[in-house]
Nanobody, 126 residues
């Protein structure tokens, strides 16, 4: 199982980016998924999480109303649409996947995810 995150870059405040996480070797729709981020000099934190069923999501308060996590089953990816970006969103973003106990499960702790990918850097300038 290999996860590959992409889509990071440098944008000005107020701009948008679409991050994509591709899963190879497995069907991503069978996995609960999440995006984490690690700002410079800070600890890694959960950004958003999504259940297998898609009916349950979680967003950290700081991104609610600005970020959207979703699946693209045709592309076998989980995506993070990040709008109205702020300088404090600057971080390395990581995706993660886990086999859930139930299709509605959403996991918010990094230790709950068995599979984690390399990060993609998002830089937001003011």
């Amino acid at each position: 199982v290999q996860l590959q995150a992409s889509g990071g870059g440098r944008v000005q405040a107020g701009g948008s980016l679409r991050l994509s996480c591709a899963l190879s070797g497995r069907t991503f729709s069978d996995y609960a998924a999440a995006w984490f981020r690690q700002p410079p000099g800070k600890e890694r934190e959960i950004v958003a999480a999504l259940s297998v069923s898609g009916s349950e999501t979680y967003y950290v308060d700081s991104v609610k109303g600005r970020f959207t996590i979703s699946r693209d089953n045709a592309e076998n990816t989980v995506n993070l649409q990040a709008d109205n970006l702020k300088p404090e969103d600057t971080a390395v973003y990581y995706c993660a996947a886990a086999i859930p106990s139930y299709s509605s499960d959403v996991y918010v702790r990094e230790g709950q995810y068995a599979y984690r990918g390399q990060g993609t850097l998002v830089t937001v300038s003011s």
